[in-house]
């Protein structure tokens, strides 16, 4: 099957001035979630939440969106994720989706606040500047039970019955047996 068709001329606006992001964004609708995998309110020093930052935005693509970025809090680690984007096909055109996830991690006692998430993007039906908000929120994180900072682990060393990890190839060529070994299978 072969279609023909006449050509099509667009006009591109430029940005407009009132836009201030550093991602230009222009869309019908956009939102943004926030989701924990645990209650934040009840994390410990040393726990872990992973925190979820969904958008979506009608008439954009996934890859349009901007990523999240964890802001620095004194007091607690973040490990992102690698993030999830695509699409979805609407009657009215594209729903752009994207999902950035990281772990945080308490490392102290105490209270601390996520500042809030403020995403601009222009309205293309209104001809708008609007704000896609997750507010602030507070972390109370307490000591874990017992009321200790949690301790580094440090390894047992080795007893003298047991080969050292650079003595073992050779051990295992020569065929020896080794009590551990054999404690290991009973």
């Not at 869309?27 to 209650?39: D, G």
């Not at 096909?89 to 601390?112: F, H, K, M, Q, W």
């Not at 000591?143 to 440090?154: F, N, V």
């Amino acid at each position: 099957v072969r279609r023909i068709a006449g050509p099509i001329s667009l006009e591109v606006l430029p940005i407009p001035a009132a836009f201030v992001g550093d991602n230009w964004l222009p869309a019908r609708n956009v939102t943004v979630e926030e989701s924990w995998s645990s209650p934040p309110e009840q994390l410990g020093v040393g726990d872990s939440a992973t925190r979820s930052i969904r958008i979506t935005a009608e008439g954009a693509q996934g890859a349009q969106l901007p990523p999240i970025l964890f802001k620095p809090v004194d007091g607690l680690k973040y490990y992102p994720d690698q993030p999830n984007i695509g699409e979805e096909e609407l009657p009215s055109g594209l729903l752009g989706i994207r999902e950035d996830n990281a772990a945080v991690v308490p490392t102290r006692a105490g209270t601390y606040t996520i500042p809030e998430l403020r995403i601009p993007w222009w309205d293309t039906q209104n001809r708008t500047l609007n704000y896609a908000v997750v507010p602030a929120r507070e972390i109370i994180a307490a000591l874990p039970a017992g009321g200790a900072t949690p301790a580094a682990t440090t390894p047992l060393p080795l007893t003298e019955a047991e080969p050292s990890i650079s003595t073992l190839p050779a051990a295992l060529a020569s065929g020896a047996e080794y009590p551990f070994c054999a404690a290991a299978l009973d």
